[in-house]
């Protein structure tokens, strides 16, 4: 059954995927309450790398952060989620408020209000919004300088061009002056790449698949759920976990009352997380108005975090 609230863009991007047989959707539908839930449990699996090896970096590099980013700051984060990594950071660089951004508003208040607990000191300013975009900051924080944080390697699920679209619009929403740490997955052996992305206790799947039942829930669907499976592949060409949802047999469904029918094998695209290289990351920072000032990287080489910065637009004469 439809849910009395559903965004616009959700339908519009659902109805282009089985009309237009673009056969892909935008991987931050992946985040309603149940994906976001599902998401804090991948974080936790033995095969899931990224948030340990990040967290890591955060909690032995404190005092650099301290010193590269001065006190009394606003850190204002791009798809808090359930905000895990963001404590590390605040105790370490003494804030001035803290501004979380995320799509799911439900998830937000309630992660936000476990933050209020363990900083009760601390101004916090939830903002449900789609980051995707320049974001209106609470005018609490207007005359604050500011730290955007983007942690996780979630610049990683957009194509290049996308990528810096949204660096662009982060930096339109810090302002001029700001800065922004942010997290970058490194290319490495396949099969470790593959293997975070494909648990052995199907939680990715979970994941993936929830998709499907977010579909139905929200825009009168009856998608079969049960006759696809979850599948990641690495593609070296593009430098990217590839995640794919394909049907396992000859399906027939309908949406908002239209019918759609998918033949066997047919897959549908719903998320890339794109691995990089320092230099890749660098340039594609530069071209998002952000100079690089500082970078930290675990021993393996396996997560950088990034400290950049809104210097004034400058172009060779």
């Not at 919004?129 to 390697?153: C, I, Q």
């Amino acid at each position: 059954m439809t849910t009395s609230v559903v965004d616009h863009t959700f339908r519009k991007d659902v109805r282009r995927c089985f009309e237009q047989q673009t056969y892909a959707m935008p991987a931050r539908w992946l985040y309603d309450r149940r994906g976001s839930e599902l998401f804090e449990e991948i974080t936790e699996l033995p095969e899931y790398y990224p948030t340990r090896t990040e967290t890591k970096l955060l909690q032995a590099n404190g005092a650099a952060f301290a010193a590269a980013v001065g006190p009394n700051r606003a850190v204002i984060e791009f798809g808090s989620g359930s905000s895990t990594k963001t404590p590390h950071l605040l105790k370490a660089i003494d804030p001035a408020a803290y501004v979380p951004i995320d799509i799911s508003g439900e998830f937000l208040e309630h992660s936000a209000s476990q933050l209020q607990d363990e900083f009760p000191d601390l101004p916090i300013h939830p903002v449900e919004a789609d980051f995707m975009k320049r974001v209106e900051l609470p005018e609490a924080v207007a005359g604050m300088p500011k730290l955007g944080f983007f942690p996780g390697s979630t610049i990683g699920n957009m194509i290049a061009r996308t990528s810096v679209d949204l660096l662009r619009f982060m930096r339109e929403t810090l302002g001029e002056g700001a800065q922004l740490l942010i997290g970058f997955d490194r290319i490495k052996d396949p099969e470790i790449l593959v293997n975070a992305y494909d648990d052995s206790a199907g939680v990715t799947a979970q994941f993936s698949l929830n998709l499907l039942h977010r579909i139905n829930r929200e825009l009168d669907a009856d998608i079969p759920v049960e006759q696809f499976r979850h599948i990641a592949v690495w593609n070296d060409l593009y430098a990217r976990i590839e995640i794919y949802l394909e049907a396992q047999a000859d399906v027939e469904f309908s949406i908002d009352g239209k019918v759609y029918k998918l033949v066997e094998g047919q897959r549908l695209h719903i998320e890339n997380s794109h691995k990089y290289g320092l230099r890749d990351a660098r340039l594609m920072l530069r071209a998002g108005g952000w100079t690089p000032l500082h970078e930290w990287s675990d021993e393996r080489d396996y997560f950088t975090l990034m400290l950049v910065e809104a210097h004034p637009l400058k172009h060779a004469p």
